[in-house]
């Protein structure tokens, strides 16, 4: 692991950004220096952020989901100033790496390498190493490698942060047209037909947009258990997010599952997004039949209030009805 001269520099650009006392990565734009950064033929920012260093610590970086363009020019500038990268395949990270020049010892960090890892990469840190975790594409640990690194990490006070980006599932939440005010991540629903349908009913009544990771070849199964556990709700499939075949289909759960299943899987990588249970349109007749029984028994006032209570219906409204059922009788 190397400790360099530039850690003090970035001890220096950072100070006042943190208040933690730890040492973190420089959040402060960085000073240009054009004939450098045109030579290298980097973005002029990635140059001079990396020439400031980067403190010590792990660094998370998002990387892109499909088009190479999207990864942010800070978390280029810490690929580029950290002393090794963790990712989950070499070769896909190489190519990313190689589009932006930049050279950095990569290692494999992934399910089958991650436990006998980890030990070793938390000895570097309390070393003092500056380690970045990627992962193929997104957002490390979204359902994907990374996360007991990170508990550990925290565990032993280690300095972590991160340099955020794209994720499939925020992309796919943003473009479906599905309210995103209030959202559940459900990751990858379990494979088997079982397993995944006692999940589905654990959220069917979540007042939420629901958004899954999928595998294109079980798109259609997985569409119909949600139209039949969920009923026939609005969704959306979100497929090859930022690539050239980018395509989001909109409809009903049930017309979604029909098309994958005549089609067949589609190609590439796919998310769902679910829109949460629809309010049913109240009975009006039976809100009626109901106040009149509670008027047989209390005055308009508390029968709209206790009405209001059981169906939770706006008790101005059902006192305005109250009313002109009062009225209907004189
Ligand atoms: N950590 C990643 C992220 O933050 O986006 C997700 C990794 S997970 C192993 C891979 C899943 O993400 C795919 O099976 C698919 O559901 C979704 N995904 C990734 N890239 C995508 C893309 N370009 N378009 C649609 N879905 C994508």
Known sequence: ????????GAAR???GAGDSGRCEPSRRPAASKPDTAAAAGWYPAVEAAA???LAPGLYLVATPIGNLGDVTLRGLAVLRGVDRILC???RVT???LARYGIARPLNPYHDHTAEQARPGVLAALRGGARIALVSD?????????GYKLVRAAIAENLPVTMAPGPSAALAALTLSGLPPDVFLFGGFLPPRQAARRRVLAGWSGLAATLVF???ATRLAACLADMADLFGNRPAAVARELTKLHEEIRRGRLADLAAHYSEAGPPRGEVVIVVGAPEP???DHAAISERLRAALAEFGVRDAATRLAAETGLPRSELYRRALAIRGEKR
């Open 1 to 8: 692991m190397r400790r360099t001269g530039r850690n003090t």
């Open 280 to 282: 049913s349109a109240p």
């Open 213 to 215: 990771f999928e595998a």
């Open 51 to 53: 020439e400031l260093g």
């Open 88 to 90: 989950e395949d070499t």
């Open 137 to 145: 594409a997104g957002t490390p640990l979204v359902s994907d490698p």
């Open 94 to 96: 190489a190519r990313l």
């Open 13 to 15: 650009a950072t100070s």
